[in-house]
Each structure stands twice: as structure tokens, then as C-alpha cells.
């Protein structure tokens, strides 16, 4: 008599750890995305423009930043599920870094160009447009790499919380999963796959700010160049 075996076969584990990673980063990088940078950028504008939007906001994006992601997670896994908690969490610690460095790019204009710019009756928009958004530029770009591993902490310290509350899932489980079965092999593997999956985003970053700078700011030029 021949019997089947019921489920679905297990995956080597090799496969199931990429698959892990790859899904973890897809996280990251959708909320990191969509609403860190949307969120960061637009509030930073809205700072930038009106000072009581920024003393009416500024103190909740601290509180934000201040609460520790570790402690938020679980409580966010009571009313989300495990893949939108993920979401929320990276969101959560990427937003201030972008929002902070954004306002100080756009607050960092060359007060000559300013006034000249004032002088010939430039709107405040246009003001905005062609001087304050070049100028902060090259500061929203690094509040990206900053953002963008944070990010990935983020989304790893929801996951190790979904674990704990018994979902099974991402790649933080896993490293938990064989901590306790004493896995060491599995362990340093999604270790090394979450280390490159850091390299790649600020690699990926870099490259970005080495396009749009190009060679009009220095921080593009790198050291001991003209």
C-alpha cells in the first residue's frame, strides 16, 4: 500500500533563508519607500513653510523617535497582522531621520540667495522650487542612508516580535527558530544574509546621491578631489 505524504515538501534550507531575506528587504524597501520618504519629505516642506505646522508636529515625530521600536512591535501585532506590523515598524524608525535632516537642508539656504531671490520678487513657492530644494538635496540624501538602515532594523525587530507571539515570520524568526535548536550553521547564514542585505541598500544609496549630485556638490567629489 502506498501512501502520499500530506503538506507541501520543505524547502532546503538555503532556499528557505533566501527566501526569507528576499521578502524581509521587499518589506523594508516598501515601507521605507512609499511613506518614510513621503511622509518625511512632505511634513519637512510643510516645516519649512509654516513655523506652527513644525511646533505643532515637530513633539509628536519626537515621541516617535524617542519610543523604542522594541516596545511598540507587539503592541502592534494585536491590531495588524504580522507583514503590516513589519511595515509600520520600518516606517516608524525611518520617518525622523528623513523628516530631520530634510528641514535642516531646506532651513540651510545661502541667506545671500535668499535676499536675492526676495530682491527679485520670487514667490514663495519658486522659492522653494529653485533654491531651498537644491539646497537640501544633498541633506535629505544622507537622512536616506540613514533611513534606509533603519529601516531594515526596524522591520527585523518586528519579525523577532512576531515570532515571540507565535507568527511564523521573516528572517529574524528564523534566526531566533535556530537559536533555540541550536542552529549555529542557520544562524550565521541569515545573519550574513541581513548584513548583506544593509550593504545593499547603502549601496544602493550611494549610488543614488553619486547620480543626483553628480559634480556640483563636494560630498560627491569625494575627498582630495576638485
Known amino acids: 500500500m502506498v501512501t502520499k505524504r500530506s ?6 534550507p538555503a532556499r528557505g533563508l533566501a527566501r ?4 524581509l528587504r521587499r518589506l523594508a524597501a516598501e515601507r521605507f519607500g512609499e511613506d518614510g520618504l513621503e511622509g518625511g519629505v512632505g511634513l519637512a516642506l ?24 522594541v516596545a511598540i512591535a507587539p503592541l502592534l ?29 531646506l532651513a540651510s539656504a545661502d541667506r545671500n540667495l535668499v535676499d536675492l531671490f526676495k530682491l ?8 522653494l522650487l529653485q533654491l ?4 537640501a538635496l544633498p541633506y535629505f540624501l544622507g537622512g536616506l542612508r540613514i533611513g534606509g538602515g533603519l529601516a531594515l532594523i526596524g ?12 507568527k511564523n515570520a521573516g528572517l529574524a524568526f528564523r534566526i531566533a527558530e535556530a537559536g533555540y535548536r541550536l542552529n549555529i550553521p542557520r544562524m550565521f547564514a541569515a545573519l550574513t544574509l541581513i548584513g548583506l542585505t544593509g550593504i545593499a541598500i547603502y549601496a544602493a544609496f550611494v549610488a543614488l546621491s553619486s547620480y543626483l549630485l553628480g559634480r556640483w556638490h563636494e560630498s560627491a567629489a569625494g575627498p582630495g578631489k576638485k
Open 120 to 127: 527679485y520678487r520670487a514667490t514663495r513657492w519658486q522659492t
Open 20 to 23: 526569507e531575506e528576499a521578502d
Open 46 to 69: 510643510l516645516f519649512t513653510q509654516w513655523r506652527w505646522v513644525e511646533r505643532s508636529f515637530l513633539p509628536f515625530a519626537i515621541v516617535l523617535q524617542v519610543t523604542p521600536v
Open 77 to 105: 501585532l494585536i491590531y495588524l497582522d504580522a507583514p503590516a506590523a513589519v511595515l509600520v515598524c520600518a516606517f516608524l524608525v525611518a520617518f525622523f531621520p528623513i523628516l530631520s535632516n530634510t528641514a535642516l537642508g
Open 155 to 166: 522591520a527585523i525587530v518586528a519579525e523577532l516580535a512576531a515570532g515571540n507571539a507565535g
Open 132 to 135: 531651498r530644494l537644491p539646497s
Open 7 to 12: 503538506g507541501r515538501p520543505r524547502q532546503p
